[in-house]
């Protein structure tokens, strides 16, 4: 396991609650360090199979090296089309997605993720592709940007964050995490400045990545690619996630909207596991911190 790029958050209660078949096939959405990979391959037979995703160059070189496990570079909203594509349409017994970014990014200064570093605001979980945090802040409209910092990062004052940072990028181009950091001095309060920078750090890191796009497109390829009985087990880090999660088990909707068919009834494409969302222990969290916010919700895929 590679603890030195990412710890696992929730390792045996993620595993754990797949109740992994040792025949059957599981798809790990975001392969990350390969903790979680590793935990469900330990549990696979020989007949079993592991799909890897990952968008990140550096995640995929983590994929255990067996003839049971299919690695792919790509965004995890393509879940069903590689299902589909490697035969398992309708035909995969378990999915695990930990939607947290990995301890590596967050460490790695040129990724510019934190704003711990003095770095290039790049923010881009796909490196080759996309435009980067700085792309997007020097080039967004100021309304907007005050919505996508309200939005996705729940900022206080998002307005005036965005106002302060357009008046700065009129002054000189932001392109690093100091130039961010100093554009928004004033609005941060002294005693603990790190709690507005990691909302708004938040918050860019979800649109430059499309983060709540992709996720929506991932639950809806969940349940095309699960066969009936098959479980999915999603591990969240703030609220527009879990909010995105919790009302799709419930009702098949990422939005929260029922459907009824024409005789008026209510098809779910789910049957909810945890009625309330699992969390990590105190021991996990003293170990790892980033742990904290995490929450862990399963449902298991009906007939309907």
């Given at each position: 396991m590679n603890t030195a790029y990412h710890i696992p958050v929730m390792l045996r209660e993620s595993i754990d609650i797949l109740e992994v078949n040792p025949r059957g096939v599981?798809?790990?959405?975001?392969?990350?360090?390969?903790?979680?990979?590793?935990?469900?391959?330990?549990?696979?037979?020989?007949?079993?199979?592991?799909?890897?995703?990952?968008?990140?160059?550096?995640?995929?070189?983590?994929?255990?090296?067996?003839?049971?496990?299919?690695?792919?570079?790509?965004?995890?909203?393509?879940?069903?089309?590689?299902?589909?594509?490697?035969?398992?349409?309708?035909?995969v017994d378990g999915i695990l997605a930990d939607l947290g970014v990995s301890s590596h990014q967050f460490d790695t200064p040129e990724r510019g993720f934190s704003f711990r570093f003095d770095s290039p605001l790049d923010m881009r979980m796909n490196t080759s592709a996309g435009e980067s945090a700085a792309d997007l802040l020097n080039t967004c409209g100021q309304d907007r940007l005050a919505d996508i910092l309200h939005t996705y990062g729940e900022v206080e004052g998002s307005r005036r964050a965005a106002a302060l940072i357009c008046a700065a990028r009129a002054k000189s181009p932001i392109r690093t995490t100091a130039d961010l950091n100093s554009a928004l001095k004033s609005i941060l309060p002294p005693a603990a400045p790190h709690k507005t920078l990691a909302k708004i750090y938040q918050a860019l890191r979800i649109e430059v990545n499309g983060e709540m796009r992709s996720l929506e497109?991932?639950?809806?390829?969940?349940?095309?690619?699960?066969?009936?009985?098959?479980?999915?087990?999603?591990?969240?880090?703030?609220?527009?996630?879990?909010?995105?999660?919790?009302?799709?088990?419930?009702?098949?909707?990422?939005?929260?909207?029922?459907?009824?068919?024409?005789?008026?009834?209510?098809?779910?494409?789910?049957?909810?596991?945890?009625?309330?969302?699992?969390?990590?222990?105190?021991?996990?969290?003293?170990q790892n911190t980033r742990a904290r916010s995490a929450k862990l919700r399963a449902a298991r895929r009906t007939q309907s």
């Amino acid at each position: 396991m590679n603890t030195a790029y990412h710890i696992p958050v929730m390792l045996r209660e993620s595993i754990d609650i797949l109740e992994v078949n040792p025949r059957g096939v599981y798809i790990d959405a975001t392969l990350g360090g390969g903790g979680h990979s590793r935990a469900i391959l330990s549990r696979l037979g020989p007949e079993g199979r592991l799909i890897c995703l990952d968008m990140d160059r550096d995640a995929i070189a983590n994929a255990p090296a067996d003839s049971r496990v299919t690695a792919v570079r790509s965004n995890f909203r393509f879940i069903h089309n590689h299902a589909r594509n490697l035969g398992y349409d309708h035909a995969v017994d378990g999915i695990l997605a930990d939607l947290g970014v990995s301890s590596h990014q967050f460490d790695t200064p040129e990724r510019g993720f934190s704003f711990r570093f003095d770095s290039p605001l790049d923010m881009r979980m796909n490196t080759s592709a996309g435009e980067s945090a700085a792309d997007l802040l020097n080039t967004c409209g100021q309304d907007r940007l005050a919505d996508i910092l309200h939005t996705y990062g729940e900022v206080e004052g998002s307005r005036r964050a965005a106002a302060l940072i357009c008046a700065a990028r009129a002054k000189s181009p932001i392109r690093t995490t100091a130039d961010l950091n100093s554009a928004l001095k004033s609005i941060l309060p002294p005693a603990a400045p790190h709690k507005t920078l990691a909302k708004i750090y938040q918050a860019l890191r979800i649109e430059v990545n499309g983060e709540m796009r992709s996720l929506e497109q991932l639950l809806r390829g969940i349940a095309l690619s699960l066969k009936p009985g098959g479980i999915a087990a999603v591990i969240t880090y703030h609220s527009l996630e879990d909010r995105m999660v919790k009302n799709f088990f419930r009702c098949g909707d990422p939005h929260g909207r029922q459907d009824t068919d024409i005789y008026g009834r209510k098809p779910a494409p789910f049957s909810v596991i945890t009625r309330k969302p699992v969390l990590p222990g105190e021991a996990e969290i003293m170990q790892n911190t980033r742990a904290r916010s995490a929450k862990l919700r399963a449902a298991r895929r009906t007939q309907s």
